[in-house]
């Protein structure tokens, strides 16, 4: 039985395709949702991703951004799932993402997590990799992706 389902979001557009898919689900199942933002530690990301400008580890810049990342978060789920329970949660990435995913599923409890696929290919695919195809191979619960061809 489904009591709690973790929908992730990175707070792109794409990330939104699965949230009326996870209200359809929590509302028919009658459950709740944890709604999950992870924060890259900015001076890893400007590594990882190649900005064009050097970012230092400043706590203060960290707060700064987890807060502005709580007040986004909240605000989605205002807008998306106001007809469910739903709770929203920030976390500062301490590792890689899908692990970071994957620690809070197993912490909660999730029974079902739900996350877009952005479809990247080629070298961004290679370089970046795929989170939801991690999530997909290490979860212990079900996973449901949504394609963000469903969008259209």
Same mark, same amino acid.
């Given at each position: 039985?489904?009591?709690n389902i973790l929908? !992730?979001?990175?707070?792109?557009?794409?990330?939104?395709?699965?949230?009326?898919?996870?209200?359809?689900?929590?509302?028919?199942?009658?459950?709740?949702?944890?709604?999950?933002?992870?924060?890259?530690?900015?001076?890893?990301?400007?590594?990882?991703?190649?900005?064009?400008?050097?970012?230092a580890p400043v706590?203060?810049?960290?707060?700064? @951004?987890?807060?502005?990342?709580?007040?986004?978060?909240?605000?989605?789920?205002?807008?998306?799932?106001e007809s469910v329970?739903?709770?929203?949660?920030?976390?500062?990435?301490?590792?890689?993402?899908? !692990?970071?995913?994957?620690?809070?599923?197993?912490?909660?409890?999730?029974?079902?997590?739900?996350?877009?696929?952005?479809?990247?290919?080629?070298?961004?695919?290679?370089?970046?990799?795929?989170?939801?195809?991690?999530? @997909?191979?290490?979860?212990?619960?079900?996973?449901? !992706?949504?394609?963000?061809?469903?969008?259209?």
């Open positions: 039985m489904i009591k929908v !992730t979001t990175d707070l792109s557009e794409e990330s939104k395709v699965a949230f009326p898919v996870a209200v359809e689900l929590a509302t028919a199942m009658d459950c709740r949702v944890d709604l999950l933002a992870i924060i890259e530690d900015p001076a890893q990301a400007a590594m990882l991703y190649a900005m064009d400008f050097p970012v706590p203060d810049i960290q707060e700064q @951004l987890k807060q502005q990342v709580e007040k986004e978060i909240a605000a989605l789920a205002s807008q998306y799932f329970t739903c709770h929203t949660h920030v976390r500062a990435a301490a590792g890689p993402i899908h !692990t970071e995913i994957l620690d809070f599923a197993n912490d909660r409890d999730v029974d079902l997590i739900i996350i877009a696929t952005h479809g990247r290919t080629g070298i961004s695919r290679l370089l970046i990799g795929s989170i939801t195809e991690r999530v @997909l191979r290490h979860a212990v619960c079900p996973v449901l !992706t949504v394609p963000v061809s469903r969008k259209k």
